[in-house]
T-cell receptor, first 112, second 112 residues
Framework: EPEVTQTPSHQVTQMGQEVILRCVPI?????FYWYRQILGQKVEFLVSFYNNEISEKSEIFDDQFSVERPDGSNFTLKIRSTKLEDSAMYFC??????????FGPGTRLTVT | QKEVEQNSGPLSVPEGAIASLNCTYS??????FFWYRQYSGKSPELIMF????GDKEDGRFTAQLNKASQYVSLLIRDSQPSDSATYLC????????????FGSGTRLLVRP
């Protein structure tokens, strides 16, 4: 049984549009992360979230990105104005401690 | 200097053989080490983690860590065609965010 689900599985959007990617943990996780993987490249850290606040963000995570966990369940990543270079697989990862992280199935974002 | 380095492969081994996957890292502050398996088009799946120098065995998998040499390895015994995937090494500093820094991965092919 997966630790976490993600919706949608695939999102196609036009450049400049806003997208919201959702992560739904199944167990009682405390640590939340977003990573992305551009096709053929390595998995890159975007942001970590603990105790309802960002604990660290990478230089990729600029003002166009935001995260929140509004209802104590869903963990969302919002990209305000998408660019072509935002096309990638976006993975949510969760953990009950700060150590092991379990990845969701991912959302493939295609920006046209 | 890359933070986490892996040979991209492919590493080709016959079914039943031992596959040896290697990873080096540059940050001496790294304290936790993870091996993920990623099938094409899928998300990373955690298969092993190791925190202390030495060997850690789990079924057909053995992780080896040498912090002095900044070297982590994964041995897969009795390799099966279903083990064919990309193996990602990830390292983690135990600080406020616990973010994972990934290598580019080694592609493993197990020939029937």
């Amino acid at each position: 049984e997966p630790e976490v689900t993600q919706t949608p599985s695939h999102q196609v959007t036009q450049m400049g549009q806003e997208v919201i990617l959702r992560c739904v943990p199944i167990s009682n996780h405390l640590y939340f992360y977003w990573y992305r993987q551009i096709l053929g490249q390595k998995v890159e850290f975007l942001v970590s979230f603990y105790n309802n606040e960002i604990s660290e963000k990478s230089e990729i995570f600029d003002d166009q990105f935001s995260v929140e966990r509004p209802d104590g369940s869903n963990f969302t990543l919002k990209i305000r104005s998408t660019k072509l270079e935002d096309s990638a697989m976006y993975f949510c990862a969760v953990g009950t401690s700060g150590y092991e992280q379990y990845f969701g199935p991912g959302t493939r974002l295609t920006v046209t | 200097q890359k933070e986490v380095e892996q040979n991209s492969g492919p590493l080709s081994v016959p079914e039943g053989a031992i596959a040896s996957l290697n990873c080096t890292y540059s940050d001496r502050g790294s304290q936790s080490f993870f091996w993920y398996r990623q099938y094409s088009g899928k998300s990373p799946e955690l298969i092993m983690f190791i925190y202390s120098n030495g060997d850690k065995e789990d079924g057909r998998f053995t992780a080896q860590l040498n912090k002095a040499s900044q070297y982590v390895s994964l041995l897969i015994r009795d390799s099966q065609p279903s083990d064919s995937a990309t193996y990602l090494c990830a390292v983690q500093r135990v600080d406020s965010s616990y973010k994972l820094i990934f290598g580019s991965g080694t592609r493993l092919l197990v020939r029937p």
